[in-house]
């Protein structure tokens, strides 16, 4: 295993013989490479913005239109208000060029204008949100007003191929809602769960506030919203993630599984190499913006902006507040194994490296037998702990020598491997095995994950894999896209039949480089034991179940004509009512990608009309028919409580920018205080899947991936992922505390099956009530 190179790649010194002149060539042309290649980039993302900021225009029409020009002068033609006319009376002669350069500024002139005016026409026309109200499905009717606006749309984005930016110039701002529209949501909001005094309180404050400091902060608001991109966005990145003090592992990070179904290879060093590739081609397809922006309804484009930090990211610990640094080049990985850390160059001469020669440096680090340094095996735990601990050691002890180079070389690197020395993943006959995936993701040891980049990808000794990810960089469905892109392409590539990589090696990459560290100082051990201790803690303390639902999915929700994501969160309200025998302030996160900047926003999915549907499953003497009126009526209330969120007009981001505002004038609002003192008890998200056309369940059934999941937010409550893949299966990932004596995971899945099954057997026999139009006793 090659260690780090002595030698520099420069130095001199002066001795009695003259000018002693030292260099390694091999360092100088790494040095040499590194610098051609961000050249390049830097070239690439000058041509891409300005082909970004003429868009919906192209760049050829200016050409077109000069040529045009020059044609119809040359020719006689009488061109519109005499402007190449106009423009040759004051260009310094009269010469033929003079008269081709004036109609190149004329055609330049007329060019900007239209381009502005498409651009301006193209962002008033996505400021309308009325399209996500029309109904959908066969026979509905779509309104004449949305009808022109689908026409113009494509016609304006149509006949340019957009890149990844493309549209950021042409996305609206977040919109700013009016305290009194929101107070209204609020209270509608809340009244499911107050009992009458309680809601005539609230309500009280609700008013007190809206006629008194409500005003003031608003206005604070206005100003903010037309002077930044968003008007949320850089407040919820600080606040709710940079300056948390506790520890990212399970509190605040995030994880995602393998394509369970799927056995590719059962060697780990293979399956990471095809992996670690897939995920540089896709950095590659980001920086070069080659990377088409998603859009709904295949014309709505959703904000790119998250994608600039998905690489060379990390969050970098501060005594008060965390830091987000991004560097624009990274041309390594950093390789934890057995206790010991790697750098590992995947470019040679320029290029990316194979999948066969990635393989080939990942065995390598496999046969290494040395054993770690003094208190390297558990240094990742820092990591895991306190963020503001992590940052005074980091300080102190990382700020010289060899742990600083390594602690950057982490840091710079564009994303961070484990290769794991256990065996998980998920057994058919063995349920049990997919809790421990999920357990291994989420957490690890508490130390085998360097919890502040911006993901790690963890791979199992029998070939699984999956990810940690840090979640103030971006939200789930940006990794969710590097997911779907990784599995679909792994597909394409494919493995030998004796499960290594295919292609062959014309040269030897090169060889990994062990990092190196100097740790054995009895106040970094000391910090190292300290976070470990509190990494271990909260660990152990997780609870979490992971159900693959098979008897139903996507197939039979289109059939009962419910949106899949609603029927999901009233399957959860009733699960939880049941299990804890009350309703509680439920979370869902929803996207807002519509708006630029835009990251997400609150669905309450507890709803009146959700408690009324559940107190009639409850309700032995409702009828059938009672039953799904009220589940008909629920599901679209909470559709449309989806449908505002992401349209802007969601509750709980203005309410937090409010309080934000309010802090920062050092007002005390009690209403204010209310709100942020309530807890979500349950926390839900649903894990997107099909962001592209990429994945193709037709062609490869297994190709179904268990989604992912996250910690519970509340210590007496539960975080609940999902994900619908196919037409029958639905996966949950459900997570609380073991110390809470009022939660169990255990059981809260087990209620989710329950319920599942029952509203089956609801609509089916409402679907025979109405073919026999005969009552049908519960």
């Known amino acids: 295993m090659a260690e780090a190179h002595s030698a520099v790649a420069f130095s001199f010194a002066i001795t009695h013989d003259g000018w002693d002149v030292n260099f390694d060539r091999e360092v100088l042309y790494l040095v040499w490479e590194s610098g051609v290649r961000s050249w390049k980039k830097r070239l690439a993302r000058f041509r891409n913005n300005v082909l970004n900021g003429v868009y919906p225009g192209h760049l050829q029409s200016l050409y077109v239109l000069w040529t045009l020009l020059v044609a119809a002068h040359f020719s006689n033609f009488n061109i519109p208000f005499g402007l190449v006319d106009k423009m040759i009376t004051i260009m310094p002669s009269n010469s033929t ?48 007003k949305t009808k ?120 780990q060093a293979a399956r990471a190499g095809v992996i670690i590739h897939l995920c540089l081609k896709f950095r590659r397809l980001i920086d070069s913006q080659e990377l088409e922006p998603i859009m709904l309804q295949n014309m709505v484009p959703l904000c790119s902006w998250q994608y600039e930090r998905l690489f060379n990211t990390v969050r970098a610990p501060g005594i008060e507040t965390d830091k987000l640094v991004h560097y624009q080049d990274s041309s390594h990985i950093v390789v934890y194994h057995k206790g010991k850390y790697f750098k590992v160059l995947v470019y040679l001469r320029g290029r990316l490296l194979k999948p066969a020669e990635i393989q080939v440096q990942i065995q390598q680090i496999l046969d290494d037998k040395s054993e770690p340094a003094i208190g390297e095996e558990k240094l990742a735990a820092l990591t895991a702990g306190e963020r503001t601990h992590w940052a005074q050691i980091r300080q102190t002890m990382f700020n010289r020598g060899h742990n600083r180079t390594s602690l950057h070389c982490i840091e710079r690197a564009a ?47 029998n070939g699984f894999v999956g990810f940690n990810a840090e979640h103030s960089w971006a939200d789930a469905p940006v990794m969710g896209h590097l997911w779907e892109y990784v599995i679909w392409s792994e597909l394409e590539i494919g493995y030998q039949p004796d499960g290594n990589t295919k292609g062959t090696i014309v040269t030897n990459p090169p060889a990994p480089i062990r990092l190196q560290w100097e740790l054995n100082k009895e106040e ?19 609870d979490l179940r992971i159900l693959m639902y098979t008897k139903y999915g996507k197939g039979f929700m289109k059939k009962c004509r419910v949106s ?174 073991k110390s809470c004596p009022i939660t169990s995971s255990t059981n809260f899945v087990k209620q989710i099956e329950k319920s599942l099954h029952d509203v089956q057997t609801l609509f089916n026999d409402y679907n025979k009530l109405k073919k026999t139009n005969k009552p049908i006793t519960d």
């Open 97 to 144: 060029w003079a008269q081709v350069v004036a109609c190149f500024l004329v055609a330049l002139t007329m060019w900007f204008i239209v381009i502005f005016l498409m651009r301006y026409l193209l962002k008033l026309l996505l400021m309308y949100k009325g399209w996500m109200y029309e109904s959908r499905g066969p026979g509905a009717k779509i309104s004449l």
């Open 524 to 542: 970094i051990l000391s910090a190292i034991d300290i976070s470990y201790s509190v990494a271990h803690k909260l660990l152990n303390d997780v």
């Open 148 to 267: 022109l606006w689908v026409s113009v749309v494509k016609v304006l984005s149509g006949w340019n191929k957009p890149k990844l930016y493309s549209f950021q110039g042409s996305l609206p701002r977040l919109p700013l809602p009016a305290v009194e529209d929101t107070m209204n949501r609020y209270l509608l909001s809340v009244r499911p769960l107050l009992d009458n005094d309680n809601y005539k309180r609230v309500e009280k404050l609700a008013v007190e506030f809206k006629t008194k400091i409500a005003v003031k902060l608003q206005r604070y608001l206005i100003l903010k919203s037309w002077w930044s991109s968003n008007y949320v966005s850089d407040w919820w990145e600080e606040y709710v993630y940079l300056k948390g003090r506790s520890p990212l592992m399970v509190n605040s990070n995030f994880y995602g599984t393998d394509a369970i179904l799927l056995r590719p290879t059962q060697i």
């Open 564 to 737: 899949p994501d609603a029927f999901i969160q009233l399957i959860l309200q009733l699960s939880y009512y049941r299990d804890a025998s009350r309703f509680c302030l439920t979370y869902e996160a929803s996207m807002t990608r519509l708006f630029r900047e835009g990251r997400t926003e609150t669905v309450r999915s507890c709803t009146i009309e959700s408690t009324e549907w559940v107190r009639a499953m409850e309700n032995p003497n409702s009828s059938i028919e009672e039953r799904m009126a009220l589940f008909i009526k629920a599901s679209n209330r909470h559709q449309l409580g989806y449908q505002d969120a992401m349209a802007g007009r969601g509750i709980d981001r203005h309410l937090f920018c409010l309080y934000v505002v309010a802090k920062y004038l050092e007002l005390e609002s009690p209403f204010l205080q209310e709100v942020f003192n309530e807890p979500w008890r349950l926390s839900t998200s649903q894990t997107p899947y099909g962001q592209t056309s990429l994945l193709d369940l037709k062609k490869y059934p297994k190709c179904v991936s268990a989604g992912g999941g996250f910690g519970p937010v509340a210590d007496d409550g539960y975080g609940v992922s999902y994900i619908i893949v196919g037409e029958d299966t639905i996966f949950f990932h459900v997570s609380s505390k």
């Open 415 to 461: 994303f961070t491997v484990s290769l794991d020395d256990m065996e998980y993943g998920y057994d058919e006959t063995d349920p049990k095995k997919l809790d421990e995936f999920g357990h291994v993701l989420l957490h690890g040891k508490g130390y085998d994950r360097w919890f502040d980049k911006s993901f790690n990808l963890c791979f199992s000794t």
